[in-house]
C-alpha cells in the first residue's frame, strides 16, 4: 500500500472517512441554519472559517508561508483568484441544499473529477488514455440525458463542478497545503463578508442575533464545518497512497445522494436515475484506468529499481507519461463541498 506503518495508515484511513463523511453529511447543517438565506450563510462561514483556521495554525505554529506569499503579488493573484471561486461554489452548494436540490448537488462531485480531466485537455494540452476519454464522453451523454429529465441542462451539478475543478487548478499553481490556503483564502474573503454581515445587521435583516443563541452558535460553527474536515484530510493526505483518497472521495457524493433520496425525499424519475448511472459507469472506468495505471507504474519503478544501469527499461505505457496519475488531477486538495 506504501512505505508507511500500518498504525500510520490507519489513523490516515481514518482521517480520510472523517473528512469525507462530514462532507457527505454537510446537507443536514445548512437547513438548520434557517431562516438565514444562503448568502448571510455564506458570509458567516467566511468570517468564522478565518477564525478556526487562524486557531488551528496558532496552535500549529505555521506561519512562516504568510511572509512569504505577501512577498509574491503572482501568487497573491492566484489567491485571490481561489477564494472568487471558492465563493462561487459555497453559495451555490448552501443556496441548492438549502432549496431541495441536494441530489443535484450531489451530481456535481460525481462529475467534478470528469470535469478537471476535461480540463486539463482543454486548457493544460494533457493527452487522455482511451478509458479517459470514454469516461468523458459518457459523462458528457449522461449530462444529456439528464437535461431531459430536468427539462433543463443541470445547471447547479455543473456550476458546482466547473467552480471547484477550476478552484482546483488555481490552487494547483499556487502549491499551499490544505489549511494554509483555507487560511489564505478566507483572509481575502473576510472583510468583504464582514462588511456584508455588518450593513445586513444595519438594515435589520440579520438573524445573528435575533433567533436565539442556538443559532448564533450554529452560524458560528460554519467555521468549524468548514476547518475541521480539511484538518482531517490533510492528516489523510500524509498518511495513505494518492489511488486511496481518490476511492475515498466518491464517499461523499453517495451520502449526499442517499441523503437527497432517502431523507430530503427528492423525486428521482428514470430519465435521472439513467443519467447518474451513466455519470457512476464513467466514475467506475475511471477508477479502474486510474489504479491500472498506478499499477503498472509501481511495477516500471520496481523494474528500474532492479535492472542494470546499461539496460534501460522502457515504458510499456506511453500515455501514462503525459498523465501518471489521473486520481492527482481528478482529486484536488477540497475544501469543501
Known sequence: MSGKPRGEQRIGLLNGMAAYGIWGLVPLFWPLLIPAGAVE???????????????????????????????????????????AVITVNWGVYIWSVNNGHVVESSLGYFINPLVTIAMGVLLLKERLRPAQWAAVLLSAVAVVVL????????????????????????????????????????????????????WLSAQGRSTFTTEG???????????????????CFGAAAVRVPLSTL????????????????????????????????????ALTLLTWDGLRTARRAAALRAARAEAPRTAPVTNPDPASAANPDPASAANPDPVDA
Open 41 to 83: 450563510i455564506l458570509a458567516h462561514r467566511m468570517v468564522w472559517s478565518l477564525v478556526f483556521v487562524a486557531l488551528t495554525l496558532l496552535v500549529l505554529r505555521r506561519w512562516a508561508w504568510a511572509g512569504a506569499l505577501l512577498r509574491q503579488p503572482r501568487r497573491l493573484g492566484l489567491v485571490t483568484a481561489a477564494a
Open 213 to 231: 443563541i442556538g443559532h448564533t452558535v450554529l452560524l458560528a460553527c460554519t467555521g468549524l464545518v468548514t476547518a475541521l474536515p480539511l484538518v
Open 246 to 281: 481518490g476511492l475515498l472521495q466518491y464517499l461523499a457524493p453517495v451520502t449526499q445522494f442517499l441523503l437527497g433520496v432517502l431523507y430530503f425525499h427528492e423525486s428521482m424519475p428514470p430519465e435521472r436515475w439513467a443519467g447518474f448511472a451513466l455519470v457512476w459507469l
Open 147 to 198: 437535461t431531459v429529465g430536468y427539462g433543463r441542462p443541470p445547471w447547479i451539478s455543473l456550476c458546482l463542478a466547473f467552480s471547484f475543478a477550476t478552484y482546483g487548478l488555481v490552487k494547483k499553481k499556487v502549491a499551499l497545503d490544505g489549511v494554509e490556503s483555507l487560511a489564505a483564502e478566507t483572509a481575502v474573503q473576510f472583510l468583504p463578508a464582514l462588511a456584508y454581515l455588518l
